[in-house]
C-alpha cells in the first residue's frame, strides 16, 4: 500500500483478480477523499470520492473503503482488467479555510497481468 | 464527456524566459486550479481562483507565478522568470463547487527549462 510521502510502491495482479490498494492520509481533519487514476502521459482521472460520515461506498467495480480511526484509505478494483494498470493516487481534502486544495499521495503503480 | 484542456502538451524554455501555459476548463464550472507534478513526486497544489480572483496559493505559488482568466474560456499560468527547478508536469483542473467536489483534470504541459 502507499502512505503520502513514501516511495511509490507496485502492486501487480492477474487479470481478473480483484486488486486493494491502500493509502494512509495524514490529516485527520480531512473530510473528503478522492482516488485518481494516471495513465502515462495524461492527467488525473477521477474514479471515486468519499466524504468522512461514510465509511463505504461503492462504484462500478470500484469500492473505496474510509477508517477514520486509523486515518485509512483502500481502493478495491474487482475482476482487474489490463485497461486498469496505471498510477493510483489517493487526495484528501483537508478543512484549510479553501476548497478544493487536494494533498495528494504519491501514488501506487497498478500492473495488470495477462 | 467534457474535459479540460490544456496546451501546449509540451514546452521547453531556457531558464529566465516566461511561459504561458493554457487551460480551458468544462464550461459550466466555476472554481479552477492549478497542480504540478516534478517527475517522480506527489502532485502539488499550486493555486486556486474563482471569481477572477486568487482564493488560495501554496508556498510554491511566490512572485513569478500568476494566473489569469484573459476571457469567458481560458485560464492561463505564467511563470515569469524560469528556473531550473520549475521543470515539472503542470496540470489545470476545475470544479462546479467550492470544496468537496471532484476536480476534473486536464492532461498537462510538460514544462522542461533548460
Known amino acids: 500500500g502507499e502512505s503520502v510521502g513514501l516511495h511509490l510502491p507496485t502492486l501487480s495482479v492477474q487479470e481478473g483478480d480483484n486488486s486493494i490498494i491502500n493509502c494512509a492520509y495524514s490529516n485527520s481533519a480531512s473530510d473528503y477523499f478522492i482516488w485518481y487514476k494516471q495513465e502515462s502521459g495524461k492527467g488525473p482521472q477521477f474514479i471515486i470520492d468519499?466524504?468522512?460520515?461514510?465509511d463505504k461506498r461503492q462504484g462500478q467495480r470500484v469500492t473505496v473503503l474510509l477508517n477514520k480511526t486509523v486515518k485509512h484509505l483502500s481502493l478495491q478494483i474487482a475482476a482487474t482488467q489490463p485497461g486498469d494498470s496505471a498510477v493510483y493516487f489517493c487526495?484528501?481534502?483537508?478543512?484549510?479555510?479553501?476548497?478544493?486544495?487536494?494533498?495528494f499521495g504519491t501514488g501506487t503503480q497498478l500492473k495488470v497481468e495477462l | 464527456e467534457p474535459e479540460v484542456t490544456q496546451t501546449p502538451s509540451h514546452q521547453v524554455t531556457q531558464m529566465g524566459q516566461e511561459v504561458i501555459l493554457r487551460c480551458v476548463p468544462i464550461?459550466?464550472?466555476?472554481?479552477f486550479y492549478w497542480y504540478r507534478q516534478i517527475l517522480g513526486q506527489k502532485v502539488e497544489f499550486l493555486v486556486s481562483?474563482?471569481?477572477?480572483?486568487?482564493?488560495?496559493k501554496s508556498e510554491i505559488f511566490d512572485d513569478q507565478f500568476s494566473v489569469e482568466r484573459p476571457d469567458g474560456s481560458n485560464f492561463t499560468l505564467k511563470i515569469r522568470s524560469t528556473k531550473l527547478e520549475d521543470s515539472a508536469m503542470y496540470f489545470c483542473a476545475s470544479a462546479k463547487l467550492a470544496t468537496n467536489e471532484k476536480l476534473f483534470f486536464g492532461s498537462g504541459t510538460q514544462l522542461s527549462v533548460l
Open positions: 464550461s459550466n464550472h466555476l472554481y
Open positions: 481562483f474563482y471569481n477572477n480572483e486568487i482564493s488560495e
Open positions: 487526495a484528501e481534502n483537508p478543512p484549510t479555510g479553501g476548497g478544493n486544495k487536494l494533498t
Open positions: 468519499i466524504r468522512s460520515n461514510m
